[in-house]
């Protein structure tokens, strides 16, 4: 980042510039938090499975994520995969799985990002 500029300040200009994509809706969910640090917090260190992220508790949340942003999961998960030169082992119901991970990723690099 080119200035310094508050957290909220960073997640709205995403919220506002990159709509539909994963990076927004981890922006928009943040925004509605109390507090969006706490809320990048607390999905970074319980992650989605202990049900921090309302709109994806439930498979049917899950599966419509993640059929909404495939392309964009793929992309994110062809990167780690050569990032750490192995393939992802996902465990479970695929959709959930894949859609919980990209969410935690996509947290992770903007909290990357924003530091």
């Given at each position: 980042?080119t200035?310094?500029?508050?957290?909220?300040e960073f997640?709205r200009?995403i919220?506002?510039?990159?709509?539909?994509?994963?990076r927004?809706?981890?922006?928009?969910?943040?925004?509605?938090a109390d507090d969006?640090?706490?809320?990048f917090?607390d999905?970074m260190?319980?992650g989605?499975?202990?049900?921090v992220?309302?709109g994806?508790?439930?498979y049917?949340d899950?599966h419509?994520?993640?059929d909404a942003h495939?392309?964009?999961?793929?992309?994110?998960?062809?990167a780690?995969e050569?990032?750490?030169?192995?393939?992802?082992?996902?465990?479970g119901?695929?959709?959930?799985?894949?859609?919980?991970?990209?969410?935690?990723?996509?947290?992770?690099?903007?909290?990357?990002?924003m530091?």
């Amino acid at each position: 980042m080119t200035q310094p500029q508050s957290f909220s300040e960073f997640l709205r200009r995403i919220a506002d510039t990159e709509p539909g994509t994963i990076r927004s809706q981890v922006a928009f969910d943040a925004l509605d938090a109390d507090d969006p640090a706490v809320y990048f917090q607390d999905v970074m260190h319980h992650g989605c499975v202990s049900g921090v992220v309302p709109g994806l508790v439930y498979y049917t949340d899950t599966h419509t994520f993640f059929d909404a942003h495939y392309e964009e999961i793929e992309e994110l998960r062809y990167a780690a995969e050569e990032e750490f030169g192995l393939p992802l082992q996902p465990q479970g119901d695929l959709k959930n799985w894949f859609a919980w991970w990209a969410y935690e990723t996509v947290v992770a690099q903007l909290w990357a990002e924003m530091r």
